[in-house]
């Protein structure tokens, strides 16, 4: 496999935590109200990209390879409760 490839499958592995991530961060701007001690949308982004990252390698592990719709659950699941604690959703 070329470095060309490799870095394809890992672009392709990191798509959906990166899209879900991104759609998280800049829906929260409309869906919830701004707070103070929240923290910027890019760190919220950030967050959410490196534990959707963690998920999609914990569901590679787990079931041997990728694209597993538990797997895609559990990250729209634990992103979503990320975001809402970033975003402080419990103060309403």
């Excluded at 701007?29 to 103070?36: C, H, I, S, T």
């Excluded at 534990?51 to 797997?71: K, R, S």
């Excluded at 979503?80 to 309403?92: C, N, S």
Aim: glycine share 10%.
């Amino acid at each position: 496999m070329s470095a060309l490839d490799l870095l394809n499958h890992l672009l392709n592995f990191v798509a959906p935590a990166f899209f879900v991530a991104a759609v998280l961060a800049l829906l929260a701007g409309f869906l919830m109200p701004k707070r103070a001690e929240a923290p910027a949308r890019w760190v919220q982004f950030a967050i959410n990209l490196v534990a959707g990252i963690a998920v999609l390698a914990g569901g590679l592990a787990w079931f041997g390879h990728d694209g597993m719709m538990v797997t895609y659950a559990a990250l729209v699941v634990v992103c979503g409760t990320g975001q809402w604690l970033l975003a402080q959703g419990w103060r309403g």
